[in-house]
Nanobody, 117 residues
């Protein structure tokens, strides 16, 4: 079992920034990749960003150029730096990890990000 604990959500004004963190813990696991998805009310869950163990990154089209994903391998922690936030970025942000070799997926509990003046 792998546990994911997110932090860093909150209320921010349009144009502002936030940094989300997600720490993975458990016994005897190897991370294939980690990332963030988000889900706004009435919408499907969508990819925000993903980073592999080899540091290859993928970004959702709606956030490209405004967010950066990074990872501290020693801490099994992934970070999401979000800049130039817009009202449409308001959502619950979920951390997830795929674990080698089965690519089993684990999800965090989610953290609310609200962009509003």
């Amino acid at each position: 079992q792998v546990q994911l604990v997110e932090s860093g959500g909150g209320l921010v004004q349009p144009g502002g920034s936030l940094r989300l963190s997600c720490a993975a813990s458990g016994r005897d696991f190897s991370i294939y990749d980690m990332g963030w998805h988000r889900q706004a009310p009435g919408n499907q869950r969508e990819l925000v960003a993903r980073i592999t163990s080899g540091d290859t990154t993928t970004y959702g089209n709606s956030v490209k150029g405004r967010v950066t994903i990074s990872r501290d391998k020693a801490k099994n922690t992934v970070y999401l730096q979000m800049n130039s936030l817009k009202a449409e970025d308001t959502a619950v942000y979920y951390c997830n990890a795929r674990i080698s070799p089965t690519l089993a997926v684990y999800w965090g509990q989610g953290t609310q990000v609200t962009v509003s003046s």
